[in-house]
């Protein structure tokens, strides 16, 4: 059976959280496996949403889908300045932040 729309959100979602599980623990080269993980499940589902379209009810999950998304989002961006700080630095020493 071939995924649905909201398959794919919630697949999304999925790897949102685990990047953020990994945010947590400082496992950065996880986090950027899981963010290229993303990019292909976004790049599948716009592919798929250009001939499937979502029911009412089914638009109202994504849309709790994607508010969980941002959120995690968020927090993996918090979580992730420090550590972009640091690399900023070791790549240019002269760069003060």
Do not use: F
Not at 77 to 83: G, S, V
């Amino acid at each position: 059976m071939e995924p649905s729309l909201l398959d794919y959100y919630k697949a999304i979602e999925n790897a949102s959280q685990k990047m953020l599980e990994a945010a947590q623990t400082e496992n950065w080269d996880q986090v950027v496996r899981l963010e290229g993980t993303c990019a292909v499940l976004i790049a599948q589902l716009r592919s798929k949403a250009r001939t499937l379209e979502l029911a009412p009810d089914e638009r109202r999950e994504k849309v709790r889908i994607m508010q969980r998304i941002l959120r995690t989002d968020a927090e993996i961006r918090c979580l992730a300045e420090p550590w972009l700080n640091d690399l900023a630095l070791l790549m240019d020493p002269k760069t003060v932040h």
